[in-house]
């Protein structure tokens, strides 16, 4: 994946959470959807540090 760069933009809506690529593909997901989401991401989180600090091309630790 060397020299691909993925962004992306978070938008709070009045319905929920709104993903958008760059390529103007929306993953919407209504506010019981994103709520979810992140408890999920929570229940995952010290495994998704360590894949980032693995995968990271830099010299550097990810802090709370």
Do not use: C, Y
């Amino acid at each position: 994946m060397e020299g691909i760069i993925e962004k992306f933009t978070v938008e709070m809506t009045k319905s929920g959470l709104n993903i958008l690529g760059e390529d103007r593909q929306v993953l919407h997901f209504t506010a019981v959807e994103a709520l979810m989401l992140l408890d999920i991401l929570k229940d995952e989180e010290a495994e998704l540090k360590r894949m980032a600090e693995k995968a990271s091309p830099f010299p550097l630790k990810l802090r709370p």
